[in-house]
C-alpha cells in the first residue's frame, strides 16, 4: 500500500516549458486534489477532482490543467511555465472522513 | 465564505514547555476540523480531528476541542519535544462545498 505518490520529486523548467507533474493513488478515493505551498501562504488549492471524469477549479487555477481519466491518477499539467509558479506542489487523497493523504511533493523552479 | 486563521509564527519553544497555537475558522454548515504536521521535506500528515462540536481530537499528547461558540481549534500539547518541531497547519473540511481550507502554517521549533 504505497498511499499517495509524485513525481518528479524535483524539478527545473525554464520559462515557456511545459511539463505535467503525475499523482497516483492506491486507496480508491473518490476526491483527489493539487495544491501549491509558497512561504507564508500555507495551502492554496489548485484543482481538484470528486471522482473519474470529474475536475474543477481551485483558488489558483491559472496556467494549471489537470484530467481524471481513472480513479487512481490525477496529473497536473504547467502549460507554458513562469516564474510565478516556482512552487513546492502537493497532491491529496481524501478518504470518506475528509482525512487527506498527502503525496511527498515536489519542488518546481521555474527560470 | 469559508476560511481559517492561523496564529503567525514562528514559535520557538524549550523542551517540556506548554505549547498552545491558536487557530479559528468561519464556515457554511458543520465541516470537520483537522490540524495536520509537516516535518521538514515531508508532506503534510493528520495529527488529530474532530467532526463535530465539543469533540476532542487527540494523538501524540497533543489536543484541539472543536468549539463552535468561539469558531475555534486550539492546538495544545502539554510537553513538548525536540522532536515535535515541524510546522503545523489548521484545516476545514469541506462541510457543505466541495473544497478544504488551511490556515497559513505555524512553524514550531524547540530547543533542548
Known amino acids: 500500500n504505497a498511499g499517495v505518490t509524485q513525481t518528479p520529486k524535483f524539478q527545473v523548467l525554464k520559462t515557456g516549458q511545459s511539463m505535467t507533474l503525475q499523482c497516483a493513488q492506491d486507496?480508491?478515493?473518490?476526491?483527489m486534489s493539487w495544491y501549491r505551498q509558497d512561504p507564508g501562504m500555507g495551502l492554496r488549492l489548485i484543482h481538484y477532482s470528486v471522482g473519474a471524469g470529474i475536475t474543477d477549479q481551485g483558488e489558483v487555477p491559472n496556467g494549471y490543467n489537470v484530467s481524471r481519466s481513472t480513479t487512481e491518477d490525477f496529473p497536473l499539467r504547467l502549460l507554458s511555465a513562469a516564474p510565478s509558479q516556482t512552487s513546492v506542489y502537493f497532491c491529496a487523497s481524501t478518504d470518506s472522513t475528509d482525512t487527506q493523504y498527502f503525496g511527498p511533493g515536489t519542488r518546481l523552479t521555474v527560470l | 465564505g469559508n476560511s481559517v486563521t492561523q496564529m503567525e509564527g514562528p514559535v520557538t519553544l524549550s523542551e517540556e514547555a506548554f505549547l498552545t497555537i491558536n487557530c479559528t475558522y468561519t464556515a457554511t454548515g458543520y465541516p470537520s476540523l483537522f490540524w495536520y504536521v509537516q516535518y521538514p521535506g515531508e508532506g503534510l500528515q493528520l495529527l488529530l480531528k474532530a467532526t463535530k462540536a465539543d469533540d476532542k481530537g487527540s494523538n501524540k499528547g497533543f489536543e484541539a476541542t472543536y468549539r463552535k461558540e468561539t469558531t475555534s481549534f486550539h492546538l495544545e500539547k502539554g510537553s513538548v519535544q525536540v522532536s515535535d518541531s515541524a510546522v503545523y497547519f489548521c484545516?476545514?473540511?469541506?462541510?457543505?462545498?466541495?473544497?478544504?481550507?488551511f490556515g497559513t502554517g505555524t512553524s514550531l521549533t524547540v530547543i533542548p
Open positions: 484545516a476545514l473540511g469541506r462541510g457543505t462545498g466541495n473544497q478544504f481550507y
Open positions: 486507496m480508491n478515493h473518490e476526491y
